[in-house]
């Protein structure tokens, strides 16, 4: 018997529930496969940091299953479509008996893998799991068996659910016998490059270590730290859970190994951090339950009649960093020179798009899926809906986030917008969340862009503009 492990986004060796399966029977020969798509990346505007990320953990991936006695091969094609065929004519060529899976839930990617599986029909038998999540799409429901919509109750009820659950980790596969071929190493994708930078070193390991140092030193404080851009108060972990690196139940194992005591001290920084983690769940769950939300469709149907702005020269400047609110353009050349950003300020920096700048979530939503890192569907819409007022248990449209009184709580001496914004140097620490008005008294001339909307103006068109979608548009 063969059995063949397609790797997809759950690129590491522990806890890997496909390669832990296929690995079960002794005397089977055990084959991954990994299939770069770049043309569908493209359209799924994929970041080319995030490509580079995968490529430089498939290199470190393919010499730890060798060493277990699995030959990674690394195939590229066009898109799923073409994959599909390549798929089932490796599994021929190669006579795979079995093809082993993790389910991803993104509306593509499920579709790809129904058509693999007819594909394969009376030939090669397929298993797939639920192994990206905590918990399966669809096994926190609401009494009446519906996905929940608001996360409150889901979070509870999911808690509920995850203590009668089993998820423990499952350990890397033993060493295989038998003779090993050398695959070719992965080649270099047909994709635009990107060099992933320094912050986040590629490989399980280096994720593993991350979640250990976090989970033991700083978790404690995450309820404090949290919110300041400034502060290195988070796990920096998204772009390993976004790829697969990382498991959520290797985070939720090493966070119960350091505090036991977790769910029961609802108050504790350990809480906090799990209440992030099942965030990240509720979107997944909520994705899988409404394919519509990967058609770029609102959850809250009215708002498609908002009447957004097409204005170019007002996009660029919030995709360049050149606003002239300063939280706002340190977050961006964060996220343009890094691939990461601060959730405080996804948050701060989604709302000035659609609430200040009256511009479509849809085209926030896209640079950023094509500069992050971390890019993953569900949270990345999730997180857009959230700030637009579109999406399920969404900020309320009339409640707006003031970007300068966020800056002023939030970056309070404007460590971080200093250290994005060199131009912003000399200014005082009290006048740095609106340097332009420092200038004025100073009569000075900064090297810096004066605001593109007045705050204040912009919110007034914006509950205009809702209240008339919401009215029938
Ligand atoms: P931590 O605070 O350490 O949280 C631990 C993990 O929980 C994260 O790694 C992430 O996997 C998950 N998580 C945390 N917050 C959220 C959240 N609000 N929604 C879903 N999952 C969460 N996250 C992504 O992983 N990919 C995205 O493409 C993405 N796009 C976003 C877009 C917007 C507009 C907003 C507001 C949020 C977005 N987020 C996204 C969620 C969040 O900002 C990041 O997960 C977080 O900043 C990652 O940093 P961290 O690993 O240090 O998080």
């Known amino acids: 018997t063969t059995h063949l492990v397609w790797l997809r986004n759950d690129l590491r060796i522990t806890d890997n529930k496909a390669l832990h399966a296929a690995c079960n029977e002794p005397d089977a020969r055990v084959l991954a496969v990994f299939i770069a798509t770049p043309q569908q990346w493209r359209r799924h505007d994929i970041a080319p940091r995030q490509a580079a990320l995968i490529h430089a953990s498939l290199k470190q991936l393919q010499q730890a299953l060798e060493q277990k006695g699995i030959p990674l091969y690394c195939h590229q094609c066009d898109d799923f479509a073409a994959s599909i065929d390549w798929l089932t004519d490796y599994c021929a060529k190669q006579q795979v008996t079995v093809l082993f899976y993790n389910r991803q839930y993104e509306l593509n990617e499920w579709r790809r893998d129904q058509q693999v599986e007819q594909r394969l029909a009376g030939r090669v038998r397929c298993q797939h799991f639920d192994d990206s999540l905590l918990l399966p799409p669809g096994s926190v429901q609401t009494g009446s068996g519906e996905m929940y919509k608001v996360y409150t109750p889901f979070r509870n009820a999911f808690i509920r659910r995850l203590t009668e659950s089993d998820v423990r980790c499952l350990p890397a596969p033993q060493p295989r016998a038998g003779a090993l071929p050398i695959p070719d190493a992965p080649p270099a994708f047909e994709y635009s490059h990107a060099d992933p930078g320094e912050d986040f070193p590629a490989g399980e390991q280096a994720a593993l270590q991350r979640l250990r140092a976090f989970c033991r030193q700083q978790v404690q404080d995450y309820l404090t730290q949290r919110d300041l851009p400034a502060i290195a ?12 690196t990382l498991s959520p139940r290797q985070c939720f194992n090493r966070l119960c190994a350091e505090h036991p005591s977790v769910l029961e001290e609802r108050e504790s920084g350990a809480f906090g951090w799990l209440n992030e983690l099942i965030w990240r769940e509720f979107y997944r769950h909520l994705m899988a339950a409404y394919p519509a939300l990967c058609r770029h469709r609102p959850f809250i149907a009215w708002t498609d009649k908002v009447r ?6 007002l996009l660029q400047a919030w995709q360049r960093g050149k606003t002239g609110y300063p939280i706002v353009d340190a977050a961006m050349r964060q996220l343009n020179n890094t691939g990461w950003m601060h959730n405080r300020l996804r948050m701060i920096s989604a709302s000035f798009l659609v609430k200040d700048l009256l511009i479509d979530w849809r085209v926030g ?15 990345n819409n999730g997180g857009w809906q959230w700030a637009a007022s579109t999406g399920t248990d969404a900020v309320p449209y009339f409640r707006i986030f003031n970007p300068t ?3 002023e ?12 914004l060199p131009e912003l140097a000399d200014v005082p620490d009290n006048d740095i969340h609106q340097p332009h008005l420092w200038a004025q008294k100073q009569q000075l001339v900064l090297n810096y862009p004066l605001p593109v909307v007045d705050h204040r103006q912009a919110r007034l068109e914006t509950l205009a503009a809702f209240e008339a979608a919401k009215q029938g548009g």
């Open 308 to 313: 957004w702005r097409n204005d170019e020269s």
């Open 405 to 407: 009184s966020q800056s």
């Open 409 to 420: 709580r939030f970056d309070p001496q404007g460590t971080f917008i200093r250290k994005w």
């Open 365 to 379: 939503e896209r640079y950023f899926m094509s500069q992050l890192l971390d890019g993953d569907l569900a949270a």
């Open 233 to 244: 108060g988070t796990s920096s972990l998204s772009p390993y859970l976004a790829i697969g």
